[in-house]
C-alpha cells in the first residue's frame, strides 16, 4: 500500500504560480510512475501530467504544455508539478497518482491516489 500527500495548493490571482509536491510513503518509489490529475466542479478527472520512473520521459496535457513542469525527487519519494502562467481554467482539486504503466494518462491505469489539494485562479 502506498500513502500519497498532496500539499501546495492554494488561491492565486491569473499569470501567478503555484508548485505543488506529493510525498509518497514507500521505500519503493522508483517502481512508481507517477501522474497529476486534476477534477474541476461537475467535470471529471482530466490527466494533467506524468513522469517516469526515471524521469527522463514526461508528458503533459495539450492545456498545460508550456506552462507547467512535472519533476520527481527519487531520494525524498516525492513528486512536484510547478505550476506558471496560471489561468482561471487551472481551478480544480489536483491528485497525485502512482501507478506501473508508462504514459498512463486514464485515472483508472493509476493504482494509488492523494487526497487531493486545491488550487484556485482568480481573473
Known amino acids: 500500500q502506498v500513502q500519497l500527500v498532496e500539499s501546495g495548493g492554494g488561491s492565486v490571482q491569473a499569470g501567478g504560480s503555484l508548485r505543488l509536491s506529493c510525498v509518497a510513503s514507500t521505500r519503493f518509489f522508483n517502481n512508481y510512475v507517477l501522474g497529476w490529475f486534476r477534477q474541476a466542479p461537475g467535470k471529471e478527472r482530466e490527466f494533467v501530467s506524468g513522469?517516469?520512473?526515471?524521469?527522463?520521459?514526461?508528458d503533459y496535457a495539450d492545456s498545460v504544455k508550456g506552462r507547467f513542469t512535472i519533476a520527481r525527487d527519487n531520494a525524498k519519494s516525492t513528486v512536484y508539478l510547478q505550476m506558471n502562467s496560471l489561468k482561471p481554467e487551472d481551478t480544480a482539486v489536483y491528485y497525485c497518482a502512482a501507478g506501473t504503466r508508462l504514459s498512463a494518462i486514464v485515472p483508472r491505469q493509476y493504482d494509488y491516489w492523494g487526497q487531493g489539494t486545491q488550487v484556485t485562479v482568480s481573473s
Open positions: 513522469i517516469s520512473w526515471s524521469g527522463s520521459s514526461t
